[in-house]
């Protein structure tokens, strides 16, 4: 079955700067990449997700990259805010239905 | 509309006591998912159904684990004789399934199961 790896699995950023979160997938057939971010107590919301057909894909401060060959996808978030702080999850599928997670990542936001 | 709602958000329950933990997905989504998160992990894949078909229990931990979805709506989670190492929130999330291909999964709220 496909493995997620995911790093670091804490980030601590200045505010206003930016956080970088890598992850990497085994299966070359995955074709689906989305991020969720779950606050504290909360349930994870999706954030932003990026299929194989494109190597790159950005929401506002929120970037996503896909790397196929290497088999890797990382997500950015650049003038990172006080909100921002919050576990943050990759996953990927190939294309059917089961979503394998990574471990997470605990971003905090130093004000 | 309302989202994905579970039941009860806490349960608290004896080692060897069986529990039954609901979920509500949200109304026209035909697949459901279960999954376990405990304290500082990641969400672990517990089972799926999608509309009549066979369920994947692919990520059932035991035979003590089990689930059910009826009228291709409520999905209700038992685990039968509860062991400590049970204890975690069990995450539920629905999506639109089958002919959308993977995409956006709405969670739950969850229920926090602790096992005396």
């Known amino acids: 079955g496909e493995n997620v790896e995911q790093h670091p699995s804490t980030l601590s950023v200045q505010e206003g700067d930016s956080a970088v979160i890598k992850c990497t997938y085994s299966d070359s057939a995955s074709n689906y990449f989305p991020w969720y971010k779950q606050e504290l107590g909360k349930r994870p919301q999706l954030i932003i997700d990026i299929r194989s057909n494109v190597g790159e894909k950005k929401d506002q401060r929120i970037a996503v990259t896909l790397n196929k060959t290497a088999k890797h996808f990382s997500l950015h978030i650049t003038e990172t805010q006080p909100e921002d702080s919050a576990v943050y999850f990759c996953?990927?599928?190939?294309?059917?239905?089961?979503?394998?997670f990574g471990a997470g990542t605990t971003v905090t936001v130093r004000a | 509309g309302a989202g994905v709602s579970q039941s009860p958000s806490n349960k608290v329950t004896e080692k060897g006591k069986d529990v039954e933990l609901r979920c509500d997905p949200i109304s026209g989504h035909t697949a459901l998912y279960w999954y376990r998160q405990s304290l500082g992990q990641g969400l672990e894949f517990l089972i799926y159904f999608q509309g009549n078909s066979a369920p994947d229990k692919s990520g059932l931990p035991s035979d003590r684990f089990s689930a059910e979805r009826t009228g291709g709506s409520v999905s209700t989670l038992t685990i039968q004789r509860t062991q400590q190492e049970d204890s975690a929130v069990y995450l539920c999330?629905?999506?639109?399934?089958?002919?959308?291909?993977?995409?956006?999964?709405?969670f739950g709220p969850g229920t926090r199961l602790t096992v005396l």
């Open positions: 999330a629905s999506s639109l399934g089958v002919g959308q291909g993977a995409g956006e999964q709405f």
């Open positions: 996953a990927a599928s190939s294309g059917d239905y089961k979503l394998s």
